[in-house]
């Protein structure tokens, strides 16, 4: 089972820009579809990005639509997730997680359940 771990998080204002990391040990990594997700206090775990296990296919939770990238270096075990323009709104807990099975996230994004591998999560807290 692949390890994650997530770091890039911290604190910024409206408008500013952050770059999530997710490092990847193990196996589970280069062959699997990844995604990234987030928690907002007193909130379900939500579906924010995905990317198949190449990188040439990416989907996008609306609310990351045209503000965020989902990329994987899989040279690196690495998955990103470079979100700019933030909001107040996207003040949350990001994970990052492996899909369990190489076919799961095929139906456009991730979800949850889908997930077999979870990272521990980076606080991303934006001020207004």
């Known amino acids: 089972q692949v390890q994650l771990a997530e770091s890039g998080g911290g604190l910024v204002q409206t408008g500013g820009s952050l770059r999530l990391s997710c490092a990847a040990s193990?196996?589970?990594?280069?062959?699997?579809?990844m995604g990234w997700f987030r928690q907002a206090p007193g909130k379900e775990r939500a579906f924010v990005a995905s990317?198949?296990?190449?990188?040439?296919?990416?989907y996008y939770a609306d609310s990351a639509k045209g503000r965020f990238t989902i990329s994987r270096d899989n040279a690196k075990n690495t998955l990103y997730l470079q979100m700019n323009s933030l909001m107040p709104e996207d003040t949350a807990v990001y994970y990052c997680?492996?899909?369990?099975?190489?076919?799961?996230?095929?139906?456009?994004?991730?979800?949850?359940?889908?997930?077999?591998?979870w990272g521990q999560g980076t606080q991303v807290t934006v001020s207004s």
């Open positions: 990317i198949n296990w190449s990188g040439g296919s990416t």
């Open positions: 997680a492996a899909a369990a099975h190489p076919y799961y996230c095929s139906g456009g994004g991730c979800a949850p359940d889908e997930m077999g591998s």
């Open positions: 193990g196996r589970g990594f280069s062959g699997y579809p």
